[in-house]
């Protein structure tokens, strides 16, 4: 494990001194997500995320998952005008009508997705052979917002309905989903995550 001269632990800096930030950089950011549930989450999310910070989303995280029925796509999809009503009045999340309505139209995109193929397929497949991308930085300003996989990655997303899913949205995804290692290379988790695979 990484340490500083002190003995800490060394992370990645934007987790700052926050415990549960770092409990999510420590076992989940840059993990690959296993199932279509969990990658349809994860994209609800970061769109929610979406002119926010990621901690506000960690900390009503389980209050998103009561909220959206534990994000079941097809429950989702039917939800109606009272069920707006119902999470605009809803303290626990954040409380926007054009990303709810969004994650609607989500539920409804993701079905229709999945008559022909899974949502982890569409995705993955942009990144070819290679598994997950490996950035190498060694300090922050060497990440980038967005790159050309996430634009890619984007437009075929819109392609299909989805929408909140712009490319810095997408790249933000697919940082915390595993599709690319963008821990600093020393973060105690840059190693492990470097050999970590999805699998199909």
């Known amino acids: 494990m990484t340490t500083s001269p002190g003995g800490s632990v060394v992370?990645?800096?934007?987790?700052?001194?926050?415990a549960e930030y770092q409990r999510y950089h420590d076992t989940e950011w840059g993990v690959?997500?296993?199932?279509?549930?969990?990658?349809?989450?994860?994209?609800?999310?970061?769109g929610f995320q979406a002119g926010l910070s990621w901690?506000?989303?960690?900390?009503?995280?389980?209050?998103?998952?009561?909220?959206?029925?534990?994000?079941?796509a097809?429950?989702?999809a039917q939800y109606n005008a009272k069920d707006i009503a119902r999470l605009m009045a809803d303290e626990g999340i954040v409380r926007n009508r054009a990303k709810i309505e969004a994650t609607i139209d989500n539920a409804r995109a993701y079905l229709k997705l999945r008559e022909r193929t899974t949502l982890?397929?569409?995705?993955?497949?942009?990144l070819g052979e290679g598994g997950p991308?490996?950035?190498?930085?060694?300090?922050?300003?060497?990440?980038?917002?967005?790159?050309?996989?996430?634009?890619?990655?984007?437009?075929?997303?819109?392609?299909?309905?989805?929408?909140?899913v712009g490319p810095t949205t997408v790249y933000a995804f697919m940082?915390?989903?595993g599709m690319v290692n963008d821990h600093l290379?020393?973060?105690?988790?840059?190693?492990?995550?470097?050999?970590l695979q999805h699998k199909a």
């Open 11 to 18: 992370r990645c800096p934007w987790t700052g001194n926050d």
């Open 185 to 195: 290379v020393g973060c105690f988790r840059y190693d492990a995550c470097s050999k």
């Open 175 to 177: 940082q915390s989903a």
């Open 120 to 126: 982890k397929k569409l995705l993955w497949d942009h």
């Open 133 to 164: 991308l490996q950035r190498g930085a060694k300090t922050i300003t060497e990440i980038p917002a967005q790159d050309d996989v996430s634009k890619r990655i984007s437009k075929a997303l819109k392609a299909e309905g989805f929408r909140f």
């Open 32 to 46: 690959p997500l296993k199932t279509d549930r969990a990658i349809f989450e994860k994209l609800v999310l970061e």
């Open 74 to 76: 097809e429950r989702i």
């Open 55 to 72: 901690i506000t989303i960690l900390r009503k995280r389980e209050n998103f998952r009561r909220a959206f029925d534990k994000f079941d």
